[in-house]
């Protein structure tokens, strides 16, 4: 009787706090089709008294953030083919190929993991200043091409390829780049999309990187276009919310499709 | 066989190290060149604005009075000391040697439309510009001066390079203990060669400066000596050497010399006004410029090319006798060499280039970047901000512990298999997915102190309503609130992953013993979850302390810096003060501080897990 009656205390709980946090949510959406004098009443309305779908309209056409999205698409989209590229490649070499200094270069590149990004951002930022990269897709990009996470993550998948696959392709006189191509990455496909899902993800969130690379709105991200929307109706709450509504719809659509990948993605680089 | 393949080995490594001083001798002519290049182009101008000064319009018209400027332009000639070698022309017709070809109206054409120096062919063209300063009527050409080959100094450091490749070479096939030896003084003879070619362009570099400021000196005596009313008038001499300092001074001194002034380094000359009465004239050194550390590094990495070709051949000529092995190593290189390239320019670089930074005064205005040494560490030290921010980010971090709690209470209450548990998991971790400005806008909305939701359900509870991200008490509190419910899911994925490993059969066979769930879950679970607990700490931290995004969206650092994080600080003296120095030398603080937090939390805890 006691374990029942504590598993439905946990499991009140466990609804609070998911309750919670799932609020946030749906007082964005209800705030984003309230009426702009309707939200400063007194007790605040948690619902719109009518609903007004034409706050979307007005606050997606007072920036272009038409622009926005298809320059964070065109951003990830690099990003994502450069990690996925240079990270198999480079996780082939460590995890299957035999070179004198092979564990001192693999320290070597998981070292950069202890440097943090913010570390970083001063001398980067000099770096493409130098070679007028401001400003541009070259200089948003040219930075992420590389994830030695997601070296990591491959590396630790193709270990678990068998190796006798290989040798069988060897045997039969192909080259290293042939087995690569068409032994190890097809039977890797599910920790490439992992890495490309992630990756995908971060781009489209980065805001830090963007807001320092970037100066026009022509070359804004979305999340540096929505921080500066915030300035320009920084009173008008619905608006506010249509756009964060805006920017977490295309987010949560992806992390419906490819939510098997996020979770695989966490639990293949956690702890060992 | 064997002798043969060593042969070719040799051969080739000879070729190396021939090809790869004779590179570093191109790359040094190519140095000089271009500082020849660049004098030419400022003697140009300078003296086509000299002969602007000095001769009079002729009459009715903004051109010049042709017979004074021919008379002009022949004094020049005869100037003694004047060094650089010049050609005017008065539209394309030369004036100094009557018999010079002239220029072609095609040059003179391109000279008009971009009405800048330029180089054009072996000389370089500089407009002269007439009295009205709107149209080109001439143009003064000067030729650069001839780079030589190679300096007694190169030529000194060539021998010994070239001769220890030439033995290095020759150990090839020899015993490697041998060769490896020989390929260690072959780099250090090149290193040497690469740094007195460095010495070279140097040289160059310093005497291009030079000779520009004694030609610069000798037009402006001259015009003095045309147009007495301008030694009371500095501003008016100035405009022969844009982009210099001219001032008064009190020294006869003839020879230029090099100092420092007001932190940053001047190439000065002195130029005679009249009797007892002199000017200085300060330019920037070519030699003190920033790129001419780049060409330290592109000399010597030039210079060793040669050692690494002959370590690669040496390397190549004893795996000959292993081909698979030899084969794998260069499949693996090609295989790292786009990422390694990548990390080597944006990750290793930039951290060699922030301790540089670190020491020095930079801003992107100002192109003197003067060493300062530890200044920018003096200066965090009394710096207030630094000190207040450091407590607020470790305040921050005080967030991590408080999530991992809950995130562990979820996992465990979740840690089994229904619809339900699912989409709780589901909904856990929609804020770690969604777009940051976003939450931040969201939560800003929800926090309003008259109309925010929060305050309402706190009014609500009997509690005094707050101003949650307006008040320095509240600000830094309402920020890790929000930090809390974004890491939640991320925390529980990484607690549910844990917890699959963590057998069923111990916590039936505690069960069966009587065990209370406390006590399976403090004996059995906890310490079987004791890395995946160090995990989520340790990542949870290192990114805690460079939270900026949070921050910078819901409170700027504000109120009175009660939220000011050290990543915040890094930001705004960057690109906000534009003083990359001392960002750097914060960003190199950052590093230390997470360097040690991030060695200090497994040995805290370990212990903590023994004693347990």
């Known amino acids: ?248 719809v295309p987010l949560l659509v992806f992390y419906f499709v490819a939510q098997k990948y996020f979770i695989r993605g966490i639990e293949l680089t956690g702890p060992k | 066989m064997s002798a043969a393949t060593g042969g070719r080995w040799r051969s080739g490594a000879g070729i190396a190290v021939v090809a790869s001083s004779v590179l570093v001798l191109v790359a040094v002519r190519w140095a000089s060149d271009r500082a020849e290049h660049a004098l030419a182009r400022r003697v140009a101008g300078a003296t086509a604005r000299y002969l602007a000064l000095v001769a009079p319009p002729s009459r009715g018209s903004a051109d010049y009075d042709l017979p004074r400027l021919l008379i002009e332009t022949r004094a020049l000639d005869g100037l003694p000391g004047f060094a650089a070698q010049l050609e005017v022309y008065h539209g394309t017709a030369p004036l100094l040697h009557a018999t010079a070809r002239p220029l072609s109206p095609a040059q003179f054409d391109r000279l008009r439309r971009h009405a800048t120096a330029r180089s054009d062919g072996a000389a370089t063209l500089a407009p002269l510009f007439d009295r009205d300063g709107w149209d080109v009527v001439g143009v003064v050409a000067a030729w650069p001066a001839g780079a030589a080959w190679l300096s007694w100094r190169s030529a000194l450091a060539v021998l010994p390079s070239l001769a220890a490749g030439a033995l290095a070479a020759a150990t090839l096939g020899g015993a490697p203990g041998r060769s490896r030896r020989a390929i260690r003084w ?149 295989f ?114 008259d109309i925010g939701v929060i305050n309402h359900l706190v009014s609500a509870l009997g509690l005094r309503p707050v101003d949650w991200l307006g008040s320095p008490r509240t600000a830094l509190v309402a920020v890790m609130i929000v930090s809390v419910w974004v890491q939640l899911g991320y925390q529980m994925t990484v607690f549910l992953a844990g917890l699959q490993g963590v057998p069923r059969a111990y916590l039936d066979a505690a069960r069966v013993d009587g065990a209370s769930a406390w006590q399976r879950f403090r004996r059995i679970t906890l310490p079987l979850l004791r890395p995946v607990t160090l995990f989520v700490l340790v990542t949870g931290v290192i990114g805690s302390f460079q939270v900026f995004t949070y921050i910078y969206l819901l409170t700027d650092g504000g109120p009175l810096h009660a939220t000011d994080v050290i990543a915040y600080r890094i930001y705004q003296t960057g690109w906000e003060f534009l003083q990359f120095g001392y960002a750097s030398a914060l960003s190199l603080l950052l590093f230390v501080v997470l360097f040690g937090v991030t060695r200090a939390q497994p040995m805290l805890l370990g212990k903590r897990a023994d004693y347990a």
């Open chain 1, 1 to 248: 009787m006691r374990r029942v009656g504590r598993r439905v205390l946990a499991g009140v709980l466990v609804a609070l706090l998911a309750a919670a946090t799932i609020a946030p949510f749906l007082y964005m959406i209800a705030t984003a089709l309230m009426d702009e004098f309707e939200v400063l009443r007194y007790p605040p309305p948690l619902l719109p008294a009518r609903p007004h779908p034409e706050n979307f309209a007005v606050a997606l056409t007072a920036l272009p953030f038409g622009r926005f999205f298809l320059n964070t698409a065109i951003v990830a989209a690099c990003v994502v083919v450069g990690q996925v590229a240079t990270s198999a490649m480079a996780a082939y070499a460590f995890a299957r190929l035999r070179f004198p200094g092979r564990d001192r270069v693999f320290f070597l590149y998981l070292s950069v993991l202890m440097v943090p990004v913010v570390v970083l951002l001063v001398p980067r930022f000099l770096i493409i200043n130098a070679l007028g990269w401001v400003d541009s897709y070259t200089g948003l990009i040219s930075t992420e091409l590389v994830s030695v996470w997601g070296i990591f993550l491959l590396r630790q998948c193709f270990l678990t390829i068998p190796r006798d696959l290989e040798d069988a392709a060897r045997l039969d006189g192909a080259g290293e780049w042939t087995v690569f191509w068409r032994v190890v990455l097809p039977l890797s496909k599910p920790a490439l999309a992992t890495l490309a899902v992630i990756a995908f993800a971060d781009q489209w969130k980065s805001f830090l990187w963007p807001l320092i690379a970037t100066r026009s709105a022509e070359m804004s991200m979305v999340e540096v276009g929505i921080a500066s929307f915030h300035g320009l109706y920084s009173t008008n709450w619905p608006y506010q919310m249509a756009v964060a509504v805006t920017a977490v």
């Open chain 2, 336 to 449: 790292l060499a786009p990422s390694a390239l990548h990390l080597g320019v944006f990750s290793f670089a930039p951290m060699l280039f922030v301790l540089y930074l670190s020491v020095h005064r930079w801003t992107l205005v100002d192109p003197a970047r003067p060493f300062v040494g530890l200044a920018n560490l003096g200066r965090m030290v009394h710096d207030p901000l630094v000190w207040v921010s450091l407590r607020n980010t470790v305040l921050y971090a005080l967030y991590v512990p408080v999530s991992m709690i809950l995130s562990l209470g979820a996992a465990l209450a979740l840690n089994r298999q229904s619809w339900a548990v699912r989409v709780a998991r589901t909904i856990f971790f929609l804020p770690y997915i969604s777009s940051v400005v976003a939450i931040t806008l969201v939560w800003q909305w929800m926090y309003q102190p």
């Open chain 2, 186 to 334: 072959f780099a250090a003879a090149a290193t040497v060669f690469g740094l007195a070619a460095y010495g070279d362009i140097r040289a160059v570099t310093q005497d291009a400066t030079d000779r520009w400021l004694g030609d610069t000196r000798l037009l402006m005596q001259e015009a003095v000596v045309r147009l007495p009313e301008l030694r009371f008038s500095l501003a008016a001499l100035a405009p022969i050497a844009p982009g210099t300092e001219l001032l008064p001074a009190d020294s006869a001194a003839s020879a230029p010399w090099r100092g420092m002034v007001a932190g940053t380094a001047r190439a000065a000359v002195t130029v005679r006004l009249a009797p007892g009465r002199w000017a200085e004239l300060r330019t920037a050194p070519g030699e003190g410029e920033g790129w001419m550390a780049g060409w330290v590094a592109v000399a010597v990495c030039l210079a060793l090319l040669g050692p690494c070709a002959v370590a690669l051949a040496a390397w190549g000529e004893r795996g000959a006798a292993r081909p698979q092995r030899q084969r794998e190593t260069v499949a693996a290189w090609g």
